[in-house]
């Protein structure tokens, strides 16, 4: 399969613990987007690479949180001292950066987190 | 400010007819583009369709059509020949220009559910 994958599908956590997320985007895409969605609500922008460069944060995004993409290939996001108001899904999605299919945004399944 | 409205919260069709899902929208911005995804229970978002604010024609894609009225900001998804497997939600996004890249604004979402 090459499409965007995520790791893991699913994770509970105690409030105050951290966790982190992994996005394997499509191989060759420059562009690595996370999103995050609550029940009932559309995904909402968190920040965005272009290869390594992290070039636009969310308001959303606080301070507990953090994202990286050494290499512009693969991409981590890591919540520190999850609080409940954390759960949600975590949703990675790239794109290639040229051509038509640069319109098009590939979304991963998803990371459940769940903050009990 | 750039907005996405879904007004159907959910939509029930009998299998083989066609559907419309409604999706207005709000920018100021010349151009822009808009998406259509599909998220079964599984999570994941799938790319459906895409319309850009300078595509002459209205997009189509298999049994999907994006009905595309820009003087009335809207981009009504059309699903023909409805089946079983569309039952999911639906959601209605809008690319704000930054940059060039795809940050997606999302609406709330239209669950369908498709009746045999």
């Known amino acids: 399969d090459t499409g965007v994958s995520q790791d893991p599908r699913h994770k509970i956590t105690k409030r105050g613990q951290n966790v982190t997320f992994r996005c394997d985007p499509i191989?060759?895409?420059?562009?690595l987007y996370w999103y995050r969605q609550t029940l009932g609500q559309g995904p909402e922008f968190l920040t965005y690479f272009q290869n390594e460069a992290q070039l636009e944060k969310s308001r959303l995004l606080s301070d507990r949180f953090s994202a990286e993409r050494p290499k512009g290939s693969f991409s981590t996001l890591e919540i520190q001292r999850t609080e409940q108001g954390d759960s949600a899904m975590y949703l990675c999605?790239?794109?290639?950066?040229?051509?038509?299919?640069?319109?098009?945004?590939?979304f991963g399944e998803g990371s459940w987190l769940t903050v009990v | 400010a750039q907005k996405i409205t879904q007004t159907q919260p959910g939509m029930f069709v009998q299998e083989k007819e066609a559907v419309t899902l409604d999706c207005t929208y709000d920018?100021?911005?010349?151009?822009?583009?808009l998406f259509w995804y599909k998220q079964p229970s599984s999570g994941e978002m799938i790319f459906l369709i895409y319309?850009?604010?300078?595509?002459?024609q209205n997009a189509t894609e298999g049994r999907y059509s994006l009905n595309f009225q820009k003087a009335r900001k809207s981009a009504n998804l059309v699903i023909s020949a409805s089946q079983l497997g569309d039952s999911a939600m639906y959601f209605c996004a809008m690319r704000r220009p930054s940059g060039g890249y795809n940050k997606l604004i999302f609406g709330a979402g239209t669950r369908l559910a498709v009746h045999p």
């Open positions: 319309q850009g604010s300078y595509d002459q």
């Open positions: 999605a790239s794109s290639p950066g040229t051509g038509s299919s640069g319109n098009t945004i590939y």
């Open positions: 920018t100021s911005d010349p151009s822009y583009g």
């Open positions: 191989s060759e895409h420059n562009r």
